[in-house]
């Protein structure tokens, strides 16, 4: 017998030794265990969601100079949550820990975070919740894959595919939340993370089912821009423009953010030291510019319908940025990417009084997508969620800005663990 037909016959016998298959799709098993996480990951986003809103209607009515002893007494509850219970960590541990520690994401800090978190949220601290929602969903993805047993690249893509889950169910945007998910590891080297990239699309679509039937939120746009449609081919070039401007802001943000964390860091106090003093100045701000209060969710849709002074909105930009940085710097735990959309609708608006002109939506947009992708690294996920919140549907210009804010970004990330290789 020929050595040719001798290789088919011990493939067929092979195949024929092996249990029958019945499935005949791409369908397996591990989509219900994605599918499940992202149940869990829509139930948890939920829960925390509406705890944050009752929260947060709650300590809204301590307003005028109540909102300063208010905000420092929540910085105090913080730092003493972070102080005895323990350290959550920011947003540089979560991708260290995908990116070097075999994507294990450690729940036993999850009740620091989750507490720590909602005080600073709540109570009006510019961090949002997308930090905290990650964190909870993708260290219960880490959990979630060693009950089944599950190591290397799937265990990773189950942590992944939860920080999906959470950032999704915030957003309303499974596709913007998946590739965020990824992007955010590593600038350079996303294509390291694609196994994890199906996983978290599946993830991501049934958080945003569960959030969106308990919590009715995030269908449909969550900031109303005026309508925009494309009539010129330079409306490019004004992208790039405006993205060159959000780009300026993104890096007086990163200078400002290391100005407070070098001043805090000389402070040989405990945490909750830190976050008292980090109270009181935020509570200062709050004092007078009310709008700088919270992360912006609700706060961008005021900017849109207002009529503001073009001093007024300088004032609100330069102080939302200090405030911004300090929250980061004194211990307050939450996420920076709605703040930053903040600071992007406000320089957007400043453009506007001086280019009256050119869409108000394109200006817009063009900031908030270029100063978060200055600032985090991630132009495709900015430029798609960016269209998904905003239903900004000609997403090119934004993709233009986002590149914009990318490319001239400093060479030394914001988000130390981003670099090429972390020193933790």
Request: aromatic share 14%.
């Amino acid at each position: 017998m020929k050595l040719k037909r001798r290789r088919q016959l011990v493939t067929y016998l092979n195949i024929l030794d092996q249990p029958i298959q019945f499935n005949p799709f791409v369908f397996s098993r591990k989509f219900i265990l994605w599918a499940v996480l992202g149940l869990f990951g829509g139930i948890i986003a939920s829960v925390y969601w509406i705890v944050l809103e009752l929260l947060t209607h709650q300590l809204a009515f301590f307003e005028g100079w109540l909102v300063i002893p208010t905000m420092a007494i929540c910085g105090l509850l913080a730092g003493l949550i972070i102080h005895f219970i323990g350290d959550p960590g920011e947003i540089h541990l979560i991708v260290n820990n995908i990116r070097f520690n075999k994507g294990k994401l450690d729940p036993k800090n999850n009740p620091s975070m989750v507490m720590s978190s909602l005080l600073c949220i709540a109570s009006g601290g510019s961090l949002g919740p997308e930090a905290p929602l990650v964190q909870v969903t993708g260290s219960t993805g880490t959990w979630l894959g060693k009950l089944f047993r599950l190591k290397g690249e799937e265990l990773r893509s189950m942590s992944i595919a939860g920080m999906a889950s959470g950032f999704t169910a915030l957003f309303g945007a499974p596709l913007g939340g998946s590739l965020f998910s990824l992007e955010i590891l590593h600038h350079k080297h996303a294509v390291e993370y694609y196994k994890a990239i199906i996983p978290a699309f599946v993830a991501s679509s049934f958080s945003y089912i569960i959030f969106a039937i308990i919590v009715h939120l995030g269908i449909g746009p969550i900031w109303d821009l005026p309508s925009y449609e494309m009539q010129d081919k330079f409306d490019f070039g004004y992208a790039v423009l405006f993205g060159i401007a959000a780009t300026v802001v993104g890096w007086l943000f990163i200078f400002c953010t290391k100005f407070f964390k070098s001043a805090f860091g000389k402070l040989k106090t405990p945490i909750y030291i830190k976050t008292t003093l980090g109270g009181i100045m935020l509570g200062i701000i709050v004092f007078y510019l009310p709008i700088t209060r919270y992360f912006g969710h609700h706060e961008i849709s005021k900017l849109l319908v207002g009529d503001f002074s073009i001093q007024l909105l300088i004032a609100i930009l330069v102080f939302k940025i200090i405030a911004i940085a300090i929250t980061v710097t004194s211990g307050w735990r939450g996420g920076f990417i709605i703040p930053l959309f903040f600071c992007g609708a406000t320089l957007g608006l400043i453009i506007h009084q001086f280019l009256p002109f050119i869409s108000l939506s394109l200006t817009i947009v063009s900031c908030m997508a270029a100063i978060n992708a200055c600032v985090t690294r991630t132009p495709m996920s900015t430029t798609i969620l960016l269209a998904t919140l905003t239903g900004f549907t000609y997403f090119i210009p934004i993709l233009f800005a986002s590149l914009t804010g990318y490319f001239l970004a400093p060479r030394i990330p914001f988000i130390s663990s981003q670099m090429e290789n972390s020193p933790n």
